[in-house]
């Protein structure tokens, strides 16, 4: 149980505070660059936990799994109280993972917040996952401050002069700078968000060690208005207290707490200011309307619209909670809420906000906070309106032009295990708990491969589904697989244009198959071009961005990850009895490709031609899957298709000297180098690898090293797989999905293929 400070406070706050005194942020940071450790200081201000064991206790990593790996795994939320300069302030912090694996949790708490705060090891310095965090932030419009934590290794293992220190924390915020410069949306925010010693917007300490400083805040301790004498004194002041060990005397004075808060209320913004610019970029709908006023103004008596992104499930009782944002309007227990995607409805039976494991109770929650409810469940990323506003929307709703843009994520599939019930008698309960937790993370997946009856869950990498099948192991019995790296099939040329047959002779369908654009399936990823969407609009996109003739734009039926689905036929009777069977086979051979039912990636399947009997009980789905299926994998096949590899960018920072042991390490194990840059003493080393190549790249990078490499990893694209290695990996492939080794063959489908007289 979490002991919350002056509950009724809280409540009385959530419902009555003024927006500008709210600050709604994520803490983001690289693996174990000290998130936690830091955000005890700030709930022990709160009084949440005693000062004597902040820094020491990691409140927020509630979970046993998160005390014994000592990573974050889960985003915690929490909601906490403070006084600044005479004002009362709420504060909702979301403590995020640093881990790759679990970098879908980082995206979904940026979607809710406004702001964020970056560590960043000023040993280790920008690694992946700080770049890839900040990279997130900056799209969803989320401003950064900047917190460089571990300083005192700088001091204590890096015997760092105050010369280098200051050096080596300057390097750090232009690295960080140069991140913002990159990926800021526009030139506006490319200047404004920039991180800023003298004005505040960073701050340097130790979260292990509980001091930090900002410059304003040394201004102060050293009653000095000249800020070059505040640095030096404040230099000279921390050095001196770990030369004579007084340490309390320097937390004391300096207090990490303070630095960080300061720069959290003084520059982050409230959703007041923030709501309007962020609602602008993650908005997809029309613009036109009373609700996308109201989200800009956060006024909480204009219409419901909100968003959950995140579900919590209690380590110990299961029972999910839905924790996210109210865009605008005021959420209440009990009232009606219609689902945008799922398309039904749902009431909240419980409702207030998170303290890390336990809600707060409150029956109406205003815009401008994120909740917590419960009563049903629904896949992180779904939005809602008050029930009574269905009507109003309808048409907008369904034609896909009312709405947000999806959750942006760093990281695919990858990675699949096997997952079994070691009782028979227990599938139906294995599918629910594994619907659980991939609802709970949506860049995992689970589902049943009813020809091999296995069930399988793939994720991001091995780790990520270790914990997914630890958490169902706990309500299920289960056996699982080794971890597998998933492929997918791509053709690289068009295919043939084939007829084909149905079983009983009377239906024929004609059709070929060819590559997607890159630009157009990275605009399907990005949410630009959408299933759902408006035809007219999305016809309008292909054309005007992409160069698509606007009568084939026009006539998309299916949109299946990124595979598309057209139909070009003129004039065919009775087409439309059967596009329902033609898309759902469209959609299996997409998840199984012919080559080694691996999925199918970046495929444009183009119909052309079409003939449907007249008695409905000669086109029937028996009749029209087999004949579409053929089709696909005859076009496909003649298509020069072949094997895409996931591709993994390691960032590696160690010491000159095993430079040359990393870089054959990497060569041996089929990567590139993209760069090497000299830092002081360390060069850094950034390399694309295959993924199946990294199982063991963390342990052979500590061995090469002598233990001393400083490393991340993240999804980096997807990569033809080399020619001469293909066939053998296509047969590998097949022999452990219980396959023929050899793959089909044209002549295989030859009793479908129709040849016209």
């Known amino acids: 149980m979490v002991r919350v400070k002056e509950p009724e406070k809280i409540r009385k706050l959530v419902k009555g505070l003024p927006l500008e005194q709210r600050r709604i942020f994520s803490v983001v940071a690289h693996i174990d660059h000290g998130k936690s450790t830091m955000c005890d200081y700030l709930l ?98 989320c401003k950064p401050v900047l917190y460089i934590n571990k300083a005192d290794r700088l001091i204590r293992e890096f015997k760092a002069t105050p010369r280098e220190f200051v050096a080596r924390m300057d390097t750090i915020i232009r690295e960080v700078n140069k991140l913002i410069s990159k990926y800021a949306p526009d030139e506006k925010t490319k200047k404004e968000w920039r991180v800023s010693f003298p004005k505040g917007t960073v701050a340097i300490g130790s979260a292990k060690d509980g001091w930090g400083f900002t410059l304003p805040m ?57 709501q309007p610019y962020k609602i602008q970029a993650i908005w997809q709908g029309e613009r036109d309307l009373d609700v996308y006023e109201a989200m800009l103004k956060v006024d909480a008596s204009g219409p419901l619209c909100g968003m959950i992104t995140k579900i919590f499930i209690h380590p110990k009782t299961f029972r999910p909670v839905l924790i996210g944002r109210i865009w605008s309007g005021t959420l209440r227990v009990g009232e009606e809420l219609y689902l945008l995607s799922a398309r039904r409805t749902a009431t909240p039976r419980r409702l207030g906000v998170m303290e890390i494991t336990e809600i707060l109770d409150v029956d109406a929650l205003p815009a401008g906070n994120l909740f917590a409810m419960a009563g049903f469940i629904v896949p992180a990323g779904e939005s809602f309106i008050a029930n009574e506003l269905y009507e109003k929307y309808k048409t907008l709703i369904e034609e896909g032009r009312f709405g947000f843009e999806p959750i942006p994520y760093a990281s695919e599939p990858v990675v699949t295990r096997m997952v079994k019930p070691k009782n028979p008698q227990d599938i139906d309960k294995l599918v629910e708990v594994a619907r659980l937790w991939t609802s709970a993370d949506p860049t995992a997946a689970f589902y049943i491969d009813k020809e091999s009856n296995t069930y399988v869950l793939t994720g991001v990498d091995p780790l990520q589904i270790e914990i997914i099948t630890k958490r169902i192991a706990m309500k299920v019995p289960i056996e699982v697989g080794p971890p597998i790296i998933v492929y997918r099939e791509r053709v690289t040329k068009r295919g043939e244009t084939i007829w084909t047959k149905s079983p009983n002779g009377l239906n024929r369908i004609c059709l070929f198959v060819e590559p997607l654009e890159e630009e157009v399936a990275e605009a399907i990823k990005r949410g630009i071009i959408r299933a759902d969407q408006d035809p007219k ?101 003649t298509a020069n298709p072949t094997l895409y590899e996931p591709m993994t960018r390691v960032d590696i920072k160690i010491p000159v000297q095993f430079m040359g042991n990393v870089i054959g390490l990497i060569q041996r194990k089929r990567g590139q180098i993209l760069a090497t840059e000299m830092h002081e003493d360390l060069v850094h080393i950034i390399a694309v690898v295959p993924t199946a190549e990294t199982i063991d790249l963390a342990e052979r990078l ?24 293909v066939p053998a990996l296509i ?27």
């Open 44 to 141: 022990a201000r709160a009084g949440m936990l005693s000062y004597d064991i902040a820094g020491q206790r990691r409140l927020t990593d509630y979970d046993e799994e998160e005390q014994r790996r000592i990573i974050t795994i889960f985003t915690t939320v929490v909601n906490l109280y403070y006084e600044w300069k005479g004002k009362p302030y709420l504060l909702i912090l979301n403590d995020t993972p640093g881990h790759i694996s679990f970098t879908g949790e980082v995206s979904r708490a940026i979607r809710a917040s406004d702001g964020i705060v970056l560590l960043v090891d000023a040993a280790e310095g920008v690694m992946t996952q700080t770049e890839t965090n900040l990279y997130l932030a900056l799209k969803e419009r």
């Open 218 to 274: 040394l201004m102060r301790k050293f009653q000095t208005q000249n800020p070059r004498e505040a640095l030096t004194k404040g230099i000279e002041f921390i050095f001196r207290c770990y030369e004579q060990d007084k340490l309390d005397e320097l937390r004391r004075t300096l207090p990490l707490d303070e630095a960080v808060l300061e720069m959290v209320i003084e520059h982050l913004p409230s959703p007041k200011e923030a």
């Open 537 to 637: 609009e999305r016809a309008k996109i292909l054309h005007k961005k992409f160069g698509w003739p606007m009568d084939l734009a026009r006539r998309i039926i299916d949109i299946y990850e990124t595979n598309v689905l057209i139909d070009a036929t003129v004039g065919v009777q009775r087409f439309d009895k059967i596009k329902d069977y033609v898309i759902a086979t469209f959609r299996k051979f997409c998840r199984e490709g012919p080559l080694a039912k691996e999925p199918v990636q970046n495929l444009k399947a183009i119909i052309v031609d079409a003939f449907v009997h007249e008695d409905p009980a000669h086109h029937q789905f028996p009749q029209i899957f087999p004949m579409t299926w053929a089709a696909l994998c005859v076009s496909f096949l």
């Open 702 to 725: 500590r061995s090469v090293t002598q233990g001393r490499a400083f490393f991340g990893y993240q999804f980096s694209h997807w990569q033809k797989v080399p020619d001469k290695m």
């Open 731 to 757: 047969r590998e492939i097949r022999k452990r999905k219980g396959l023929p080794e050899e793959p089909p063959k044209v002549e295989d489908f030859q009793r479908f293929i129709y040849v016209r007289q």
